[in-house]
T-cell receptor, first 114, second 113 residues
């Protein structure tokens, strides 16, 4: 059974903290994604990576960075957490660049910044 | 640029009634289209996808969708709603040569007993 695993389901962090969200996939997928989900806004792409050490900004990269040192792992970093980063964060992975394969999602991390 | 519009952020149906969730897309080239379902506090799970071939696509849990190029639509249907169908549904689009997906804003389905 294919899996995308996010390290935490729920996190509570303080304003100004550096926060790491970890994601691991076991499908040998080239592509990995971090999305943010907010009510009424759907899924918004923060960053994605199409290869090890490669990354591209998505639609809302401000306040975030990412790291992909190994193919199976993609980390999202909040350099200095703020209350407006309270949200559900979803990691996903997919195969190839043909566009016709689906993304597989993790269970999500609900982050609260206080 | 590609975009996805889901009409109706909330839809309520009675148990046993037809489910119809609407999705329209804009794309300058033939798109690939996906429907995902999200249960509370879960990630997204693929329901079905259209890539090429038959325009009527069948998915899991009795759902199906029809790709209509002339209407730029990919509406999701199920003949008879079940209580367990209550969830949020997302339509998404991608295209050849890209590995990015564009998601709609989602439709929350409520099933009434």
């Amino acid at each position: 059974d294919v899996k995308v695993t996010q390290s935490s389901r729920y996190l509570v962090k303080r304003t100004g903290e550096k926060v790491f969200l970890e994601c691991v996939q076991d499908m040998d997928h080239e592509n990995m994604f971090w999305y943010r989900q907010d009510p009424g806004l759907g899924l918004r792409l923060i960053y994605f990576s199409y290869d090890v050490k490669m990354k591209e900004k998505g639609d809302i990269p401000e306040g975030y960075s990412v790291s992909r040192e190994k193919k199976e792992r993609f980390s999202l970093i909040l350099e200095s957490a703020s209350t407006n980063q309270t949200s559900m964060y979803l990691c996903a992975s997919s195969r190839g660049r043909a566009g016709n394969t689906e993304a597989f999602f993790g269970q999500g991390t609900r982050l609260t910044v206080v | 640029a590609q975009s996805v519009t889901q009409l109706g952020s909330h839809v309520s149906v009675s148990e046993g009634a037809l489910v119809l969730l609407r999705c329209n897309y804009s794309s300058s080239v033939p798109p690939y289209l996906f429907w995902y379902v999200q249960y509370p506090n879960q990630g997204l799970q693929l329901l079905l996808k259209y890539t090429t071939g038959a325009t009527l696509v069948k998915g899991i849990n009795g759902f199906e969708a029809e790709f209509k190029k002339s209407e730029t639509s990919f509406h999701l249907t199920k003949p008879s709603a079940h209580m367990s169908d209550a969830a949020e549904y997302f339509c998404a689009v991608s295209k050849t040569g890209t590995y990015k997906y564009i998601f709609g804003t989602g439709t929350r389905l409520k099933v009434l007993a």
